[in-house]
């Protein structure tokens, strides 16, 4: 089970930080990353997290950061200098493979809801 929250709305140039909270077993053994997807549009990959090497979409690059906690088994996605076509909604995903070319991971959060007005 996956738990996201932290969304909200937020101004163009601004920081968000999400927060997705997993099993123990998620946590230490899953490669767990975040998603996105904006209105009329397909879902993308935001960035993932396997053990302490981090991927990211090259839209988020060097804005967004993943990290993990180990005390409260949760997973982080820390957004810096948000824009307007960050807009979307962002899920927290999981699964125990990892692929650097179309993960599809199995397991998913509901999503939270990330506005960036300009």
């Known amino acids: 089970q996956l738990a996201e929250s932290g969304g909200g709305l937020v101004q163009a140039g601004g920081s968000l930080r999400l927060s997705c909270a997993v099993s123990?077993?998620?946590?230490?053994?899953?490669?767990m990353g975040w998603f996105r997807q904006a209105p009329g549009k397909e879902r993308e990959f935001v960035g993932a997290?396997?053990?302490?090497?981090?991927y990211y979409a090259d839209s988020v690059k060097g804005r967004f950061t993943i990290s993990k906690e180990n005390a409260n088994n949760t997973m982080y996605l820390q957004m810096n200098s948000l824009k307007p076509e960050d807009t979307a909604v962002y899920y927290c995903?999981?699964?125990?493979?990892?692929?650097?070319?179309?993960?599809?991971?199995?397991?998913w959060g509901q999503g939270t809801q990330v506005t960036v007005s300009s």
């Open positions: 995903a999981a699964d125990y493979y990892w692929t650097t070319t179309n993960w599809s991971p199995r397991y």
């Open positions: 997290i396997k053990w302490s090497s981090t």
């Open positions: 123990r077993r998620t946590f230490t053994s899953a490669t």
